[in-house]
């Protein structure tokens, strides 16, 4: 079985529920129907069942009564445990997830005994704490349904698992059957997925099984899990208004797994831009051209141009133009001009300013008014973005703040203070700490204190943001291990911004 999280990342979930008719026949032609869903698909599926002791999760008084919701639904599709051990055996032979609902604490040792794969909590049930606790000893990944419940509510089942050390995921739902377009809230996974980074959110829906237009804005909303109840209908069997038949949840899927691929980044952490529309793009673009003759030596001025297209390969085109630029030739009048933008340090330091906001402004992090910004270019500006870090210094009293920045694919070389003691705590990304020759991984949230003396290093693959809380920074208190970094004068290393 594969990682508890990964078995919960981009699942589809069908929910059998009562739809096998209290017939173990007529719930295997489901599970197969299912199946072959996900066969034609390739995708990850769990067909779900509900678990619940009849003879004790209905009142001795209410047993047999028709006039009270559920109870003769329940009572005319009961199942064995035997029954239902050859329904999970059939999920398993179709290559899929098995995967229940217990609706009472024998239902979790009925799923403990089947050795079922994921537990689902049903919205009913998130708030039922002594289930709640069974399930939690479980050690099984868990998939929680929040239909009905508040923020709130969900802080404290999110609070409850966590500090548990359970894997598990929240679908967000509405609890209505079927639900009303207008009621669905799909934003609401956008503010989870904000609100819970490390767990894996979903949406269980309960609509109009013929409008798939829903689990594609799920899945754009951010989506990993979807949930919808299915069924098999025949000349005697008629599916409800919120369950699909096999064709339905075939569209389902097909839907889906459209919108995942117009979603889906084709480049890692940034925007893939193909060829053909960068041919696209640069056929509209303006070039550059000489509005008189033009002596090689002399700069080019706004005055000394027009800019209109086409935009041909190697011309410079407007975006590129600046006040001052040398020609490299003699150019006549309506002349393409052919020159460069100069890569200079101001340039480089422009460019680098621009990427360390963006990453502030993904992370949620505002900084005011009120502090300096450091370019720490240990080999110059040039290889700034191997080597070196953007350190926002915000207080330095008696005690010291600071943010840093570490742009994707940088590292920060060894070193030392003699005088602070500083202790880090990543906010944002990813983090390799090496301390005394000792490496850490760090995820958002850890800490780590480095002493006095002590040598230490950083990197990040995809870029970082942490917090350094310290003693009084002390200027020249930076001691290199490369010798070539400790001749440099600080001056010479370090590029001082008071506004950006």
């Known amino acids: 079985m594969e990682?508890?999280?990964?078995?919960?990342?981009?699942?589809?979930?069908?929910?059998?529920?009562?739809?096998?008719?209290?017939?173990?026949?007529?719930?295997?032609?489901?599970?197969h129907e299912m199946g072959k869903i996900a066969r034609n698909h390739n995708i990850k599926a769990a067909v779900k069942l509900q678990y619940r002791n009849l003879d004790t999760f209905i009142h001795p008084d209410y047993k047999?009564?028709?006039?009270?919701?559920?109870?003769?639904?329940?009572?005319?599709?009961?199942?064995?445990?035997?029954?239902?051990?050859?329904?999970?055996e059939g999920v398993r032979e179709e290559g899929m997830v098995t995967m229940s609902t217990p609706f009472d604490e024998d239902g979790v040792d009925w799923c403990m005994e089947q050795g079922i794969d994921v537990i689902k909590?049903?919205?009913?049930?998130?708030?039922?704490?002594?289930?709640?606790?069974?399930?939690?000893?479980?050690?099984?990944?868990?998939?929680?349904?929040?239909g009905g419940k508040t923020l709130s509510d969900i802080d404290k089942i999110y609070n409850f698992f966590s500090h548990r050390n359970c894997h598990f995921a929240f679908l967000h739902c509405i609890a209505e059957y079927p639900a009303p377009m207008g009621h669905?809230?799909?934003?609401?996974?956008?503010?989870?997925?904000k609100r819970y980074p490390d767990v894996v959110i979903g949406y269980s829906g309960h609509e109009d099984p013929e409008d798939n237009t829903v689990p594609m804005m799920a899945v754009a909303k951010g989506a990993s899990i979807l949930e919808r109840h299915v069924g098999l209908p025949t000349e005697t069997i008629t599916l409800n208004a919120y369950s699909m038949n096999p064709k339905q949840a075939d569209a389902w899927v097909v839907a889906a797994e459209n919108a995942k691929n117009m979603c889906s980044l084709k480049k890692e952490n940034d925007k893939y831009i193909s060829q053909a529309e960068v041919d696209s793009l640069n056929s509209l673009m303006r070039g550059v051209y000489a509005l008189k003759p033009i002596k090689k030596g002399e700069e080019i001025h706004r005055g000394d141009v027009f800019f209109a297209m086409p935009c041909h390969e190697k011309q410079m085109n407007s975006g590129d133009f600046y006040e001052g630029v040398v020609a490299s030739r003699d150019y006549e009048a309506r002349e393409e001009i052919h020159e460069k933008r100069e890569l200079t340090n101001i340039n480089l330091v422009r460019s680098v300013v621009h990427d360390a906001k963006g990453m502030l402004y993904e992370a949620g992090i505002a900084l005011g008014e009120d502090f300096e910004v450091e370019l720490s270019h240990h080999?110059?500006?040039?290889?700034?973005?191997?080597?070196?870090?953007?350190?926002i210094n915000i207080i330095n009293r008696e005690y010291c703040k600071k943010l840093l920045i570490v742009l994707p694919g940088q590292k920060h070389p060894m070193h030392a203070h003699r005088v602070k003691e500083e202790t880090f705590q990543l906010?944002?990304?990813?983090?390799?700490?090496?301390?005394?020759?000792?490496?850490?991984?760090?995820?958002?949230?850890?800490?780590?204190?480095v002493l006095r003396g002590e040598k230490h290093a950083f990197s990040s693959k995809t870029g970082a943001i942490f917090e350094e809380v310290s003693t009084t920074h002390v200027k020249s208190d930076s001691y290199y291990d490369d010798p070539a970094i400790c001749k440099l004068d600080p001056i010479e290393r370090k590029t001082i911004m008071r506004n950006w």
């Not at 990682?3 to 032609?29: C, P, R």
């Not at 080999?379 to 350190?391: C, L, S």
Request: hydrophobic letters at 40%.
């Open 427 to 449: 906010l944002y990304g990813d983090l390799e700490v090496e301390i005394e020759g000792k490496k850490r991984n760090m995820k958002p949230g850890d800490i780590q204190t």
């Open 3 to 31: 990682n508890k999280k990964d078995i919960l990342e981009d699942l589809y979930i069908f929910e059998m529920a009562n739809s096998h008719q209290g017939s173990v026949e007529h719930g295997l032609d489901i599970i």
């Open 184 to 193: 669905l809230q799909l934003d609401f996974i956008d503010k989870m997925k």
């Open 379 to 391: 080999y110059g500006m040039q290889n700034f973005r191997q080597v070196g870090a953007v350190i």
């Open 121 to 146: 909590v049903a919205s009913c049930s998130s708030l039922d704490w002594p289930l709640l606790a069974k399930v939690a000893e479980t050690g099984k990944p868990l998939v929680i349904s929040t």
């Open 64 to 88: 047999g009564r028709t006039d009270v919701p559920h109870i003769p639904r329940f009572e005319s599709t009961r199942l064995t445990f035997d029954q239902f051990s050859q329904l999970v």
